[in-house]
């Protein structure tokens, strides 16, 4: 089993940034594909990016390209996002999440965090 906590977030003006992270436990965590999903008030869950266990091959979603990055320390079993020129449509609560492969899919995934809240003011 693998147990998530995030942290890190909080509230930002547009155009700054923030970078939250996601402490994981459990032995299987550094072999484990990591993903950061979100969710704002009425809207589904959606994909915001992901990266394999290694850390070597990553995938995001469009709308955070050039913007967002994620990585990993398996040493430190943490994963992060570092979010940068955020925008207030990026309010959301930010979920990360364990699973075996690199998809943009929350249903592959295994293991979830309780979530940390985002805000970005205008």
């Known amino acids: 089993q693998v147990q998530l906590v995030e942290s890190g977030g909080g509230l930002v003006q547009a155009g700054g940034s923030l970078r939250v992270s996601c402490a994981g436990s459990g032995r299987t965590f550094s072999s484990s594909a990591m993903g950061w999903f979100r969710q704002a008030p009425g809207k589904e869950r959606e994909f915001v990016a992901a990266?394999?266990?290694?850390?070597?091959?990553?995938y995001y979603a469009d709308f955070v390209k050039g913007r967002f990055t994620i990585s990993r320390d398996n040493a430190k079993n943490t994963v992060y996002l570092q979010m940068n020129s955020l925008k207030p449509e990026d309010t959301a609560v930010y979920y990360c999440a364990a699973g075996g492969v690199v998809v943009p899919v929350p249903s592959q995934y295994y293991y979830w965090g309780q979530g940390t809240q985002v805000t970005v003011s205008s």
């Open positions: 990266i394999n266990w290694s850390g070597g091959s990553t």
